[in-house]
Antibody, heavy 124, light 108 residues
Framework: QVQLQQWGAGLLKPSETLSLSCDVS????????WTWIRQSPGKGLEWVGE???????YYNPSLESRATISIDTSKNQFSLNLRSVTAADTATYYC??????????????????WGQGGLVTVSS | EIALTQSPATLSVSPGEGVTLSCRAS??????VAWYQQKPGQPPRLLIY???TRASDIPARFSGSGSGTDFTLTINSLQSEDFAIYYC???????????FGQGTNLEI
């Protein structure tokens, strides 16, 4: 059974850097893209970005200038850094398993395993 | 950028009834559409992918359909545990981008 366990700081001041990490257990870490998704009352669910075991990343264009997703395959762990946060970045952040590498077609693109979520609040 | 509009925003129904939830794309899209169920304090749970394929361990009362701009999630014989918020999601191939609808709250 695949499990994702996430952690990171929950309270930040404006202009600080959000840092979250996600440990993956079970399943194949190298066969999928690993994803960050956030959820806020104002914007609903928002895809932040994804990474594969080779370190290839894709980001939501609205966050690309501030977001960095990294991966440590030796620890089955991936992380999100989001720089220069503002109150608009206040949200529950989820890590999730995305699509299988080299999968193509309409049946590939979904998130089947999620972390428990972590609330990040940005406030002065 | 593709936008997904879900309707209705809130739907009040009774256990045992059937419902159809709508997800409309702002332009014709591929069938890379998924549906999720979310309960308070929990992450979303995958129900449907590829517009119509049920995920593992999802009861047969959940079904998805659609193409082009209109996609639907149908739930037959609502059970008490089905009352939740439902989201649709689409994947755009290039540039890679996932988009979610704003959700439909299914309430008693």
């Amino acid at each position: 059974q695949v499990q994702l366990q996430q952690w990171g700081a929950g309270l930040l001041k404006p202009s600080e850097t959000l840092s979250l990490s996600c440990d993956v257990s079970g399943g194949s870490f190298t066969s999928h893209y690993w994803t960050w998704i956030r959820q806020s009352p104002g914007k609903g669910l928002e895809w932040v970005g994804e990474i594969n075991e080779s370190g290839n990343t894709y980001y939501n264009p609205s966050l690309e200038s501030r977001a960095t997703i990294s991966i440590d395959t030796s620890k089955n762990q991936f992380s999100l850094n989001l720089r220069s946060v503002t109150a608009a970045d206040t949200a529950t952040y989820y890590c999730a398993r995305g699509h299988r590498r080299f999968c193509s077609g309409d049946n590939c693109y979904f998130f089947d395993y999620w972390g428990q979520g972590g609330l990040v609040t940005v406030s002065s | 950028e593709i936008a997904l509009t879900q309707s209705p925003a809130t739907l009040s129904v009774s256990p045992g009834e059937g419902v159809t939830l709508s997800c409309r794309a702002s332009q014709s899209v591929s069938s890379s559409v998924a549906w999720y169920q979310q309960k308070p304090g929990q992450p979303p749970r995958l129900l449907i992918y590829g517009a119509s394929t049920r995920a593992s361990d999802i009861p047969a009362r959940f079904s998805g359909s659609g193409s082009g701009t209109d996609f639907t999630l149908t739930i037959n014989s609502l059970q008490s545990e089905d009352f939740a918020i439902y989201y649709c999601q689409h994947y755009n191939n290039w540039p890679p981008m996932y988009t979610f609808g704003q959700g439909t709250n299914l309430e008693i």
